[in-house]
């Protein structure tokens, strides 16, 4: 299947700071979802992703996705504790592979 | 309510006793999907199904096999579970086609220990 490097695995950051995440893939993408886990919990969708550049906001959250196509992005400005989870993204056509996820803990 | 139902949620048992998770969606979604989830791994898709008596294997289908006779119905079935296929299991739907992605709708997860 597709493949997508998630970058960091994991980010501890502190309440109020910014977060990033990056979706990196080798090739050129139809389209990217973004996914989030809160502990304990399963995945729920955040986002669609489909034109080149593409830039999608959601409150403090944003999305990028890159001019070529075959990366992604995820920004979370002023973290809060409710932030708290695992962040995905899933390239794909007919079927999503998920990316192996970015750990988020926001310390208060 | 829209929702995908899996059960059982939790499930202890011994290695090679056949075990069925059973995943409906009341959606009518065409497209269902059976994933794994393992520490550092992320989700990795076992089978999906385009729509009924359509099924095709993910990333990691070794030791799995789902049926799709219905549309709202996608069970999962390990005919000798081993201790590997230890895991955190999802199930999802959306209503896409074959030509594009829309949102997945997950269950709640099943956590299967293989003894």
């Known amino acids: 299947g597709q493949q997508v490097m998630q970058i960091p695995q994991y980010q501890h950051v502190q309440e109020g700071e910014d977060f990033t995440t990056y979706c990196n893939s080798s090739t050129t993408l139809s389209n990217i979802q973004w996914y989030k886990q809160r502990p304990g919990g399963h995945p729920v969708f955040l986002i669609q992703?489909?034109?080149?550049?593409e830039v999608k906001k959601q409150k403090r959250l944003t999305f990028q996705f890159g001019e070529a196509k075959k990366n992604s992005s995820l920004h979370i400005t002023a973290t809060q504790t409710t932030d708290v989870g695992t962040y995905f993204c899933a390239p794909g056509a007919n079927n999503l592979f998920f990316g192996t996820g970015t750990r988020l803990t926001v310390i208060p | 309510e829209a929702q995908v139902t899996q059960n059982p949620r939790y499930l202890i048992t011994v290695t090679g006793k056949k075990l069925t998770v059973t995943c409906s969606q009341n959606m009518n979604h065409e497209y269902m999907s059976w994933y794994r989830q393992d520490p550092g791994l992320g989700l990795r898709q076992i089978y999906y199904s385009m729509n009924v008596e359509v099924t095709d294997k993910g990333d990691v289908p070794e030791g799995y096999k789902v049926s799709r006779k219905e549309k709202r119905n996608f069970p999962l079935i390990l005919e000798s579970p081993s201790p590997n296929q230890t895991s955190l299991y999802f199930c999802?739907?959306?209503?896409?086609?074959?030509?594009?992605?829309?949102?997945?709708?997950f269950g709640d997860g099943t956590r299967l220990s293989i003894l």
């Open positions: 992703l489909v034109k080149s550049g």
């Open positions: 999802a739907s959306s209503p896409g086609t074959e030509y594009s992605n829309q949102p997945q709708h």
